[in-house]
C-alpha cells in the first residue's frame, strides 16, 4: 500500500476539490447530528426535569458528581456494559474471521452458505429478543432441552447474573457475528491474486501467507467495523431489555437502558445527557486505540 | 473463477475439518430463525407445551392476516419500511461515498480531525438526539413523513458508512485512477466509472448493513411518525401486548420481515462473487 | 455526469413526491393515542370508533403504541407543545402533580355531560384516581379501563387435596407448600423479573396491609414498616423455599401467565382481566378448572384490599378541537360502550351498573369479586418520580430474594433512596 504518497494531481487543478466532496455528508451531520450533540453538552450541566413546569437550572458539574459519587447503579451498569462490550467483541473478532475465511475457501456452495450465514443479522433486534428468550427459557427453551438429552442439570439462564451474562452475550453475538464476518469476507474478495501467487512462489506456507500477507490486508475495514460494532455494544439495548430487562436486579443492565430510563422514565434530562457524554468519551478513546492499531500494522 | 486453485488461496485450511466447522456454524446461525418461523405456525398452546414441540399441526392464520388485504394487513408497513430502507441506502452510499474518496485519496488540511468528528456525531446514543430533532421537526412541520425519517436514518448511517468505505477504498492501487486523471476524467469520473467498481464488494457489504439498520430501526421510527409512515418493527413492538406477547403475531412478523432482507442480501452478494472475476481478469 | 444529475433529481422529487402528508384535518376530528390491546378494547376500528363517525360525525384518528412506549411518545408531544394527541390514555400513577400541567382540566365538561352518560355510576375508587382535591381540587381523567388483584387458583387441585381457600397470609403459605408438587406443579406463581413485574407483583401482595408504598399525602416512605417487611417475606417465602419457580427472577407476564393456562401451577395473584383470557378453552388447558378468591391479609377479615390497576382518557391542553376530544371520551366510558367493552372485546369496566349486568354477570360469575375487590383496592401513589420509586423498590425486593439482605435492610434501604426524592 502507498498511502503515504501524495495525491496530487487532482489537488494542483483544485485545491477545493476534497471539501466539495465532504461537503454534502458534512451538511446532512451538521444539521441532524452535530447540534443535538452540542446541544447534549449543554444539557448534562442543566437540572432539567423533563416534565417539570419548573425552567431548567445551570447547576456545573453536579450531573457528573451525582453520577460517579453518589448513583449505586452507575458502577454496576458499567461493569456489565464494558464486561459485555469486550467478551463480545472478543467473540465476534474469533467466530467472525473463521467463518469469512472458510467461507472464502469454499468452492461449491459458497454463495448459499454465505446466505445462511448472515441471516442472523437481518433479523429485527425485538424478535432476536423475544425469539432466543424462548430459547433460554428454563422449561420450555431448547437449550436447556439440549442439556437435559445429553444428561446435564437445567441452569436457570435468565434468572441468575452469571447465566444470565452468557445468555445475552451468546444472544448478541449471535445476532451481529455476521456483520464481521461480511465485511472480512468482502475485504478477502477485493485483494487481488496476484499477491498471493507470489506468496505462494515465494514458498510461504498457509499460516505465514495468511498472518504475513493476508491479516494486515484486511486490517483496516476489520479495525472500522469492530471500532463500530464496540460502539454498538457500549449503548445496546434491545437484547438484554427483551431478554432481562436488566435483571436479575440490575446485573445485565447496559449504558443504553440507563440512559433510556433516566431520560424517558425519570425524565431527568441533565443526567441523562451527563451519561451520554461519559459514553461518548469512551466511544472516543475506543476509536483512538482501533485507529492506532490499524495504523500501527500497516507501517509495519 | 473456479480456476483458483486452492494452493493460492490466502493461506486457508480446506480440509473435511473445515467443512465440519462450517456445519457447525451453520446450525447455530439458523437454528434460532428456524425456531421463530416454526413458533409462527403454531398455535399458543403448542408455543408453550413442555417439553418443546417441533411438529405440529401448521397453523397459517397469522400469515393470511398480515399478508392479506383486510384491517390488520402489515403491506403498508412493508410498503413504508422498503422506500425509507431504500432511499436511505441509495442517499447514504452516495453521499458517503465521496466523503470516503475525499479522506482516502486525498491529503488536505484537518482531515484526521473531520474524521474523528464524522465518528463522534455516531457516539452520540440516538435516545439523546430525540427530544431536540423533534422539537427542530415539529417546527419544521415535517413530522410523520418518510422524508423525515430518510434523511434522520441517512444522517447516522454517514459516519459508519463513510468509515468503512475509506476502509475499502484505501485498499485499491491508485495506478488506474491516476492513468484516468492523466486522459482527463474529473473527480466524479473517476470516482464512479474507475474507484467504486473496484471496490464493489465493500461497497455492497455496506450498502446492505445501511439497509438492515434502516430497515430494523425502531426508536426514530416509533418516535417521529404516528399515522402516515409507520413502520414494520413499530408494528411488531406492538405485539407485545399489556398482558401478554402475542407469540404467534410475534413469529409471523419476524419471519416477514427477515424475508425481503434475505433477499436483498442474497442478490447483493453476486456482487461478492463478480469481484473475484474482476479480479482474475486483471 | 449528465446521467448522475438526473438520477440525484430523480431522487428529489421521488422523496417530495412520496413523502406528501396532509395536515389539514377536518372540523371535527380527534386524534387518540392508545394502547393497542386498548384500543383492541374498544373494538378497534368497527367499534366505538365507528359509531362516533356515524351518531356524531367525529372522525377517529387512532394511533397505538406498546406499553413501554407509550409514555414516551406523549410525553414528547406534550412537551413540545404541538397538541398532536387530543386524547391519550395512561395508567394512574402517570397522572400527577408534574404531569397535570399538559392536562385539559374535565370538571367543566364533566358537569354539562348529558344525565345518560352518568359519571357518578364510575366505581367510586377509580373516580378518585386522576383527581387532586388537595393540589387544586381538579379532575384529569375519566377511567377507561380497569382490573385489580385476584388470586385465580385450580379447583380440581384443591378439590383432590381437601383444601379450603385461604383467608390469612399464614393459610395461603401452608397451601402452597402443600400444593407444591416438585416437578410438574408450582404451589404459587409470582413475577421476578426487574422494573415494573416483581415490584407490581409484590404491591399487590403489599396493598393488602391498607396501605401503599407512599402515605396518602405522599410525604411518607412506608416500605419500612413493620407489617411491610412481614408482607415482603410472605411474598418471598414461597421462592426461598422452593415452592414457586426456581427461575421466578427471569419471570414476567408471558411466563407466569402461561404457567397457569398451561396447567403448571396451583395459585396466583393476576390482573383480574386475565380471566377472560384464562378460561378461553382455545388457549388455556385448564379454562373450567380455575377459581378465584380475594387477596388475603394478616387479619383474616375484609380480604381483598390490593393494587388497583387502571387506564385514565386525559385530554391535552394544546387540543384544538377539545368539544370533540370528550365526546370521544363520553363514548369510550358510557354504559352502552362499557358494556360491550366488557363482553365482547375483553375490556376491564369501571363502571358498576356493569358488574350488575345480568348478562354480563352470566359470562363472568367472577364479577362480584371483581366488583368488591375493584372497590376496596387503592391506587398506586401518585408522586412525579414514581418511576424512579418502583426501580428503587424493585432492586430491593430482589435483594431480598437473591438473599443477599434481609428482608428489613432491603425494606429500609429501599427508604432511604426514596426519601430524597420525596
Given amino acids: ?300 | 473463477m473456479k480456476s483458483i486453485s486452492q494452493n493460492i488461496s490466502p493461506g486457508i485450511p480446506t480440509n473435511s475439518v473445515s467443512k465440519g466447522i462450517v456445519m457447525i456454524l451453520l446450525v447455530f446461525s439458523l437454528l434460532p430463525i428456524i425456531w421463530i418461523i416454526l413458533t409462527s405456525i403454531k398455535s399458543e398452546q403448542a408455543i408453550f407445551s413442555i417439553p418443546p414441540k417441533v411438529f405440529v399441526a401448521p397453523d397459517f392464520s397469522a400469515y393470511k392476516i398480515f399478508l392479506g388485504l383486510g384491517n390488520n394487513s402489515a403491506i403498508p408497513f412493508i410498503w413504508n419500511s422498503l422506500f425509507i430502507a431504500a432511499m436511505t441506502t441509495f442517499l447514504t452510499v452516495i453521499v458517503s461515498s465521496l466523503a470516503a474518496y475525499a479522506f482516502s485519496r486525498y491529503r488536505f488540511k484537518w482531515s484526521n480531525h473531520l474524521l474523528i468528528l464524522m465518528l463522534a456525531t455516531r457516539l452520540l446514543p440516538p435516545v439523546t438526539a430525540v427530544v431536540p430533532l423533534y422539537l427542530m421537526f415539529r417546527y419544521l412541520d415535517l413530522l410523520d413523513t418518510k422524508f423525515v425519517l430518510i434523511i434522520i436514518y441517512t444522517a447516522v448511517e454517514i459516519p459508519f458508512a463513510t468509515w468503512l468505505m475509506k476502509a475499502f477504498f484505501d485498499g485499491i492501487p491508485r495506478e488506474l485512477e491516476e492513468s484516468a486523471a492523466l486522459d482527463g476524467c474529473n473527480a466524479l469520473q473517476i470516482i464512479y466509472k474507475i474507484t467504486m467498481p473496484l471496490a464493489s464488494p465493500g461497497i455492497a457489504a455496506t450498502s446492505i448493513f445501511v439497509f438492515i439498520l434502516a430497515w430494523n430501526e425502531f426508536m426514530f421510527a416509533f418516535m417521529f411518525t404516528s399515522i402516515n409512515v409507520r413502520t414494520i418493527p413499530v408494528r411488531l413492538a406492538e405485539t407485545i401486548g399489556e398482558m401478554q406477547v402475542y407469540w404467534q403475531e410475534m413469529a409471523t412478523l419476524a419471519t416477514v420481515i427477515m424475508l425481503p432482507a434475505l433477499i436483498i442480501g442474497f442478490f447483493m452478494q453476486k456482487y461478492l462473487v463478480r469481484a473475484i472475476t474482476a479480479g482474475s481478469v486483471k | 455526469m449528465k446521467s448522475l444529475r438526473k438520477m440525484v433529481k430523480l431522487v428529489i422529487f421521488s422523496i417530495m413526491f412520496f413523502s406528501a402528508y396532509s395536515l389539514t384535518l377536518a372540523a371535527d376530528s380527534v386524534t387518540l393515542l392508545i394502547h393497542p390491546t386498548l384500543y383492541k378494547a374498544m373494538g378497534g376500528k368497527d367499534g366505538v370508533v365507528a359509531d362516533l363517525k356515524k351518531e356524531k360525525s367525529i372522525d377517529v384518528t387512532v394511533i397505538t403504541s406498546p406499553y413501554g412506549n407509550i409514555l414516551d411518545k406523549a410525553v414528547l408531544s406534550f412537551v413540545s407543545g404541538g397538541g398532536e394527541f387530543d386524547v391519550v390514555t395512561l395508567i394512574g400513577p402517570w397522572i400527577n402533580s408534574e404531569t397535570t400541567n399538559f392536562f385539559e382540566p374535565l370538571e367543566s365538561y364533566i358537569a354539562g355531560a348529558p344525565a345518560e352518560w352518568d359519571y357518578e355510576d364510575i366505581i367510586g375508587s377509580l373516580r378518585k384516581v386522576p383527581t387532586f382535591p388537595k393540589m387544586n381540587g381538579k379532575t384529569y381523567g375519566i377511567p377507561y379501563r380497569v382490573g385489580t388483584g385476584i388470586f385465580y387458583y385450580r379447583k380440581d387441585l384443591f378439590a383432590k387435596a381437601n383444601l379450603q381457600t385461604p383467608k390469612t397470609w399464614d393459610e395461603f403459605l401452608e397451601l402452597s407448600e402443600k400444593l407444591y408438587q416438585p416437578g410438574s406443579i408450582y404451589g404459587v406463581v409470582q413475577r421476578g423479573k426487574p422494573g415494573v413485574h416483581v415490584e407490581q407483583d409484590f404491591k399487590r401482595y403489599l396493598f393488602s396491609t391498607g396501605h401503599a408504598v407512599l402515605s396518602e399525602d405522599l410525604s411518607t416512605c412506608l416500605l419500612n414498616k413493620d407489617d411491610s417487611i412481614r408482607v415482603l417475606e410472605v411474598f418471598g417465602k414461597p421462592f426461598l423455599s422452593g415452592w414457586a419457580p426456581p427461575d421466578m427472577l427471569a419471570w414476567g407476564r408471558d411466563e407466569y401467565r402461561t404457567a397457569m393456562m398451561q396447567g403448571r401451577a396451583a395459585m396466583g395473584l393476576y390482573f383480574s382481566p386475565y380471566w377472560g383470557l384464562m378460561t378461553n378453552p382455545e388457549k388455556s388447558k385448564v379454562a373450567d378448572q380455575l377459581g378465584w378468591f380475594l387477596v388475603p391479609n394478616f387479619s383474616g377479615k375484609n380480604q381483598g384490599s390490593t393494587l388497583n390497576g387502571g387506564w385514565f382518557a386525559v385530554m391535552d391542553k394544546k387540543s384544538k378541537n377539545k368539544k370533540a376530544a370528550f365526546e370521544l371520551m363520553m363514548a369510550m366510558t358510557n354504559k352502552k360502550n362499557q358494556l360491550r367493552g366488557g363482553l365482547e372485546w375483553s375490556n376491564g369496566p369501571i363502571r358498576t351498573s356493569v358488574y350488575n349486568d345480568p348478562e354480563f354477570k352470566r359470562k363472568f360469575p367472577v364479577a362480584k369479586g371483581w366488583l368488591d375487590a375493584i372497590s376496596l383496592g387503592i391506587a398506586d401513589a401518585q408522586h412525579p418520580r414514581i418511576t424512579q420509586i418502583s426501580d428503587i423498590t424493585s432492586k430491593e425486593i430482589i435483594n431480598y430474594l437473591q438473599k443477599k439482605k434481609s428482608a428489613k435492610e432491603a425494606m429500609d434501604d429501599a427508604c432511604n433512596q426514596i426519601k430524597p426524592l420525596l
Fill in chain 1, 1 to 300: 500500500m502507498k498511502n503515504s504518497r501524495p495525491f496530487n494531481f487532482l489537488l494542483l487543478k483544485k485545491k477545493l476539490t476534497p471539501y466539495l466532496l465532504l461537503s454534502p455528508a458534512f451538511l446532512l451531520l451538521i444539521v441532524i447530528l452535530v447540534y443535538p450533540l452540542i446541544y447534549n453538552f449543554y444539557l448534562s450541566f442543566l437540572k432539567w426535569r423533563l416534565t417539570s413546569p419548573v425552567p431548567s437550572k445551570f447547576v456545573g458539574f453536579e450531573n457528573y458528581v451525582n453520577l460517579f459519587l453518589y448513583d449505586p447503579d452507575f458502577l454496576d451498569v458499567s461493569k456489565f456494559s464494558l464486561g459485555f462490550t469486550i467478551v463480545t467483541i472478543f467473540m465476534e473478532f474469533i467466530i467472525g474471521l473463521f467463518s469469512a475465511l472458510l467461507l472464502y475457501g469454499l468452492v461449491r456452495g459458497r454463495r448459499l452458505m454465505t446466505s445462511f450465514l448472515l441471516t442472523p443479522y437481518m433479523v429485527a433486534p425485538i424478535a432476536v429478543g423475544l425469539g432466543w428468550r424462548l430459547m433460554w427459557d428454563r422449561d420450555l427453551g431448547l437449550v436447556n432441552f439440549f442439556l437435559v438429552f445429553i444428561g446435564l442439570d437445567k441452569i436457570n439462564w435468565l434468572a441468575e447474573s452469571m447465566p444470565a451474562f452468557w445468555a445475552i452475550v451468546i444472544s448478541e453475538v449471535w445476532r451481529s457475528t455476521p456483520f464481521v464476518t461480511m465485511i472480512l469476507l468482502a475485504g478477502l474478495t477485493s485483494l487481488s491474486n496476484e499477491i498471493f501467487e507470489a506468496a505462494h512462489i515465494d514458498g510461504a506456507n498457509r499460516w505465514q501467507t495468511f498472518w504475513k500477507i493476508t491479516f494486515p490486508l484486511i486490517l483496516p475495514p476489520l479495525a472500522v467495523s469492530l471500532m463500530f460494532q464496540t460502539i454498538f455494544k457500549l449503548r445496546v439495548f434491545d437484547i438484554p431489555f427483551i431478554l432481562t430487562e436488566g435483571g436479575p436486579g440490575t446485573s445485565t443492565m447496559p449504558y443504553g437502558m440507563l440512559i433510556h430510563r433516566t431520560y424517558f422514565k425519570y425524565f431527568d434530562v441533565g443526567k441523562a445527557a451527563a451519561i451520554s457524554v461519559v459514553l461518548l468519551f469512551i466511544g472516543i478513546v475506543v476509536a483512538m486505540i482501533y485507529v492506532k492499531i490499524s495504523k500501527m500494522k500497516q507501517t509495519s
